[in-house]
């Protein structure tokens, strides 16, 4: 959706352990690439500007978190969100 809201996304990379969201995200129209895969195999052949990870962290030992980092080129950004937890 960030293609749809931001004008400075050129070039929009999806990556998901779920081939059904996959399919969903396909069906949008708006990724240029999509991967099924689980973060910590995903091998990029460059890095991004900025990764945003959403609901994401749950159940992931630190160091793949901390690997997330290693996606992005020297002064990106990097957006960790957190599911939203029942009260």
Known sequence: MLKLYLDNVEYLVGVDVSAEKIRKAKRLN?????????????????KFDAVIALELLHGLPAETLMSIEGFVKEGGIVVLALPQLPH
Do not use: A, T
């Open 30 to 46: 708006l990724y240029d690439e999509l991967y099924v895969v689980d973060i910590r195999d995903f091998k990029p052949d460059s």
